[in-house]
């Protein structure tokens, strides 16, 4: 039986397992270089965990290789992050010595990300229940399908936690408001322990 997401959060894939991140990862696309650069441009998302929007600012100033992080200024929170250079992550800027992307327009991109799901395989079926006038509607869809720029965002948050990253280290790197008192006026974390814990947890990738 395939997923079924319903509630506040219907309609949205929740994110990636690492079987299906390793599959975009390794695919063969030489010969499909639209496809290939926005599948690096949706793993550079998802290897960040960055908004699609901040994405398209970050430029060779945000990169200090010599802490092995990138700092930016999150648009839609106006939080300072920093997110830890992992070794997927380094190996994938190895395409972009410059440190320059370009972006298509998330219309574009997200159309094309569900071309790429598709060709990885992700036909699975997910479930979305809503409610139409007091009735419970069932829709399915691959997943192919529900591919999109936020799904990235997502994936980083849930497998850094698989990954057995806590909700402190994330937020860290995200930019999310801390939520415990406990991580809001006790768990200090500097940056070097911040990149230190994730990039030995993104190891597993």
């Known amino acids: 039986m395939g997923e079924v997401l319903e509630g506040p959060s219907h309609g949205r894939l929740h994110g990636l397992t690492v079987d299906e991140i390793r ?18 441009l949706f793993l550079l998302q998802l290897f960040t965990g960055m908004r699609y929007g901040d994405i398209e600012r970050i430029g060779p100033r945000n990169f200090d290789d010599k802490e092995g ?4 200024t999150s648009e839609k929170s106006d939080t300072e992050c920093i997110v830890p250079i992992t070794r997927p992550l380094k190996k994938l800027l190895e395409r972009y010595p410059s440190r320059i ?5 998330p219309v574009k991109m997200n159309a094309y990300l569900k071309e790429l799901g598709t060709l990885v395989g992700m036909t699975g079926n997910i479930t979305i229940a809503r409610y139409h006038n007091g009735e419970r509607v069932e829709e399915n869809l ?3 399908d529900m591919l999109a720029t936020h799904v990235a965002r997502r994936s980083f948050s849930s497998t850094s936690v698989q990954f057995g990253l806590s909700e402190a280290v994330i937020s860290r790197v995200t930019g999310h408001s801390a939520k415990g008192v ?9 940056d070097a322990a911040v990149r230190d814990m994730v990039c030995k947890a993104w190891e597993q990738l």
């Open 101 to 105: 992307f370009e972006f298509p327009s």
């Open 69 to 72: 992080l990138i700092r930016y």
């Open 23 to 40: 599959k975009i990862r390794d695919i063969d696309l030489a010969d499909k270089p639209r496809l290939a650069r926005v599948r690096d």
């Open 142 to 144: 691959r997943r192919a």
């Open 182 to 190: 406990l991580q809001q006026h006790y768990i200090i974390l500097n």
